[in-house]
């Protein structure tokens, strides 16, 4: 019989470990997948907000896009869609001006991912005022 000390349990510890890190750093980039897409969408919801506010006061469409690009720095604008109605010329005081935004967010998780099409998640916000 071979007696073993403390030396026997190291290649247990070491299968073990083996096996959690993947599941462990999975946990770890979903946490952070989840974090970057709050941030985006905190950031596109803002900006609806100041496009719709804009809109509201009457300003034209290209300065709301231009603002609602100047609020989100952080994201790539080729990936943003932004959507105001009703047109600048069938605005009347009173009237509902809506501001829509919809960004594709690119996910950095390999399996997380697997879940979207194309690896992005399609984050939307929308803004409704009254027209002054």
Same mark, same amino acid.
């Given at each position: 019989?071979?007696?073993?000390?403390? &030396?026997?349990?190291?290649?247990?510890?070491?299968?073990?470990?083996?096996?959690?890190?993947?599941? $462990?750093?999975?946990?770890?980039?979903?946490?952070?997948?989840?974090?970057?897409?709050?941030?985006?969408?905190?950031?596109?919801?803002?900006?609806?907000?100041?496009?719709?506010?804009?809109?509201?006061?009457?300003?034209?469409?290209?300065?709301?896009?231009?603002?609602?690009?100047?609020? &989100?720095?952080?994201?790539?604008?080729?990936?943003?869609?932004?959507?105001?109605?009703?047109?600048?010329?069938?605005?009347?005081?009173?009237?509902?001006?809506?501001?829509?935004?919809?960004?594709?967010?690119?996910? $950095? &998780?390999?399996?997380?991912?697997?879940?979207?099409?194309?690896? &992005?998640?399609?984050?939307?916000?929308?803004?409704?005022?009254?027209?002054?």
């Amino acid at each position: 019989m071979i007696k073993c000390k403390k &030396t026997c349990n190291k290649g247990q510890s070491l299968v073990e470990t083996a096996i959690m890190i993947p599941v $462990i750093l999975l946990i770890i980039l979903g946490i952070i997948d989840f974090g970057l897409l709050f941030n985006n969408y905190i950031l596109i919801t803002n900006a609806s907000r100041e496009g719709a506010r804009l809109a509201a006061l009457g300003v034209s469409d290209s300065e709301i896009i231009q603002a609602v690009h100047d609020m &989100t720095p952080t994201l790539d604008s080729a990936k943003m869609s932004v959507q105001i109605s009703p047109s600048p010329s069938l605005r009347k005081r009173g009237d509902q001006v809506k501001v829509k935004i919809t960004y594709n967010s690119r996910l $950095i &998780t390999p399996l997380i991912d697997k879940f979207f099409a194309d690896g &992005t998640a399609k984050l939307k916000a929308e803004s409704v005022m009254r027209a002054e």
